[in-house]
Nanobody
Framework: VQLQASGGGLVQAGASLRLSCAASGLTFTNYAFGWHRQAPGKERESVGA????????YYSDSVKGRFAISRDNAKNTVYLQMNSLKPEDTAVYYCAAVIAGSYEYSYWGQGTLVTVSS
């Protein structure tokens, strides 16, 4: 199983970025996906998640209204659209897969760095 996150970069505050997470080696529609991030010197935190069919999403309070998670089951890809970025959004962003019925993520991607300058 491989989760390949991409799309990170250096942007100014207020800009937008879209991260992608391409999954392979698993039956994509059997999994819900989550995005997480870890800022320098801080613990990893959940950003949000999306259900298997994409019908349900969850967001942390810190990103609600600015970030949106979507998935394309035909492309085996999950997206994180990030708008109105703030310097405090600077972190390594990870995608992770959790199989239906489980509460623990089974697979993690390698992370992509997002840096937001003020």
């Amino acid at each position: 199983v491989q989760l390949q996150a991409s799309g990170g970069g250096l942007v100014q505050a207020g800009a937008s970025l879209r991260l992608s997470c391409a999954a392979s080696g698993l039956t994509f529609t059997n999994y819900a996906f989550g995005w997480h991030r870890q800022a320098p010197g801080k613990e990893r935190e959940s950003v949000g998640a999306i259900s298997q069919d994409g019908g349900n999403t969850y967001y942390s309070d810190s990103v609600k209204g600015r970030f949106a998670i979507s998935r394309d089951n035909a492309k085996n890809t999950v997206y994180l659209q990030m708008n109105s970025l703030k310097p405090e959004d600077t972190a390594v962003y990870y995608c992770a897969a959790v199989i239906a019925g489980s509460y623990e993520y089974s697979y993690w991607g390698q992370g992509t760095l997002v840096t937001v300058s003020s």
